[in-house]
């Protein structure tokens, strides 16, 4: 049974950037997809970076702004988020093979 767990969320200034992290617990596959989603306050989770079928792609509200890279050895997926904007305060998840994580607050003040 898989368990996911996030870390890195915090407050930071616009303009700024952070790290996510998100650690597995169980076994996981070379062909797992895997993505991070964000939930903003009575709002539907959305995905924001998936890797999958070879491919990675990427919400347009964060392309170029945001890089998501997976470490199958640590069994780490990472989101790199860059210029950072008060509309990216949300809720981020990651998900592999239908688990979630139980979430990682990011604030970003303006």
């Known amino acids: 049974q898989l368990q996911l767990v996030e870390s890195g969320g915090g407050l930071v200034q616009a303009g700024g950037s952070l790290t996510l992290s998100c650690v597995t617990y169980?076994?996981?596959?070379?062909?797992?997809?895997v993505g991070w989603y964000r939930q903003f306050p009575g709002k539907t989770r959305d995905s924001i970076a998936y890797?999958?079928?070879?491919?990675?792609n990427y919400a347009d509200s964060v392309q170029g702004r945001f890089t998501i890279s997976a470490d199958d050895a640590k069994k780490m997926v990472y989101l790199q988020m860059n210029s950072l904007k008060p509309e990216d305060t949300a809720t981020y998840y990651c998900?592999?093979?239908?688990?979630w994580g139980q979430g990682t607050q990011v604030t970003v003040s303006s």
């Open positions: 998900w592999r093979r239908g688990v």
């Open positions: 890797i999958g079928n070879g491919r990675i």
């Open positions: 169980g076994r996981i596959f070379d062909t797992d997809a």
